[in-house]
C-alpha cells in the first residue's frame, strides 16, 4: 500500500495514486497557492557555524562579507521536505526584487512591536549560491539560499542581539506563498506525459534522495515563491540549512546542519487537503 498525503488516502499500486493526483491536480495546486507557509511547519533550518565563504557568490558576483552586518540565511534550495515540495534554484528571483525593504525580521513569526528583531527598511534580500559541503552536508552540489543582509547596529531586539552575537546555533523560517508550482509524477500512464516530464527534469535535482526510506513516487516543483511580510529566527525551523552565516576564513569550518524531513504528525498536513478524493 501507498500512502499519499494530498488525498489522505492509502493506494494498493502507484497508478490507481497517480491516477487520483491527475485528477485532483488543479484543485491541490490552487490550495497550495492560496496556503501560506512557514517552512518551520513543515520541519525542515540552517543552522549557524563558521563558514568559509571564499566560494560563496551573490547573484553570480564574489560576495564579500563584513563585520558589520549580519547575514541570515532564511530559506535554501533542492531539498525535497515531508510536504512532497522541492524548491528549486531561482525560486526567490522576484521576491529579492519585489520585496525589497518590505519584509521584517521577527521572533518565531510573531508581528508585533516586541518581537522585531530588524525594521524593513534595514534589510537587504538576495539570494547566494553555495556548496551544501559548506553546511556541512555530504550532498552532491550547491544549494541556494535566500539571505537577510542587516547591519548589526539596526538589530533592536536585545535578546536576539544577544543570541546573535553569541554564536549559538540559530535557525531561520521564511513566511512564504507559492506563486508557480508544477507536479511531478514517475508515471507511464499516457495521461501522465507532462508529469512524467517534470519528474525527469528535476528527479536529479534532489540533493537529499537517500534521507528518503521509499521511493520518490512525486513531488511538487516549486518555481516561484513570494517570501510575504517576513522572514524569522527561530529555534527550530523548516530545513536546516538555514540560519546565520558568519565570515570566518578557515575554509575546513562548516555553517549549518542540512535538514531532514519532518516528523510532522499526518493530521497536521492532511487538514489542508481533507475534503479532496
Not at 560576495?63 to 512532497?84: E, F, M
Not at 534589510?123 to 552536508?137: D, H, L, P
Not at 536529479?204 to 534521507?211: F, R
Request: charged residues 30%; negative net charge; aromatic residues 8%.
Amino acid at each position: 500500500m501507498i500512502f499519499c498525503k494530498e488525498l489522505n488516502k492509502e493506494f494498493a499500486t502507484k497508478q490507481e495514486m497517480f491516477e487520483s493526483l491527475q485528477k485532483n491536480k488543479d484543485e491541490i495546486i490552487g490550495l497550495k497557492k492560496a496556503q501560506i507557509q512557514k517552512s518551520i511547519d513543515k520541519g525542515v533550518s540552517v543552522t549557524a557555524k563558521p563558514l568559509d565563504f571564499t566560494k560563496v557568490n551573490e547573484q553570480n558576483k564574489s560576495l564579500s562579507l563584513d563585520d558589520n552586518h549580519y547575514y541570515i540565511a532564511v530559506n535554501s534550495t533542492r531539498v525535497l521536505d515531508s510536504h512532497q515540495d522541492l524548491h528549486l534554484d531561482g525560486i526567490w528571483n522576484k521576491t529579492t526584487k519585489e520585496q525589497q525593504g518590505k519584509n521584517y525580521l521577527v521572533d518565531t513569526h510573531v508581528m508585533s512591536l516586541n518581537t522585531t528583531i530588524a525594521r524593513k527598511e534595514h534589510i537587504q534580500i538576495f539570494t547566494a549560491t553555495i556548496s551544501f559541503s559548506m553546511i556541512g552536508k555530504s550532498y552532491e552540489g550547491d544549494t541556494q539560499v535566500l539571505v537577510y543582509k542587516i547591519p548589526k547596529d539596526k538589530i533592536i531586539n536585545q535578546i536576539a542581539k544577544d543570541w546573535l552575537e553569541s554564536g549559538d546555533s540559530i535557525e531561520a523560517s521564511v513566511r512564504m506563498r507559492y506563486t508557480d508550482l508544477v507536479l511531478a509524477m514517475n508515471s507511464d500512464r499516457k495521461d501522465d506525459k507532462e508529469e512524467k516530464k517534470n519528474y525527469d527534469k528535476y528527479i536529479s535535482v534532489i540533493a537529499n534522495k537517500e534521507d528518503f526510506e521509499e521511493e520518490i513516487y512525486y513531488f511538487w516543483a516549486i518555481k516561484q515563491a513570494q517570501n510575504i511580510n517576513e522572514s524569522s529566527l527561530v529555534l527550530f525551523g523548516s530545513n536546516s540549512t538555514t540560519g546565520q552565516i558568519e565570515n570566518n576564513n578557515q575554509a575546513d569550518n562548516k555553517s549549518l546542519d542540512s535538514t531532514e524531513p519532518s516528523q510532522d504528525t499526518p493530521s497536521e498536513h492532511l487538514k489542508f487537503y481533507q475534503h479532496l478524493n
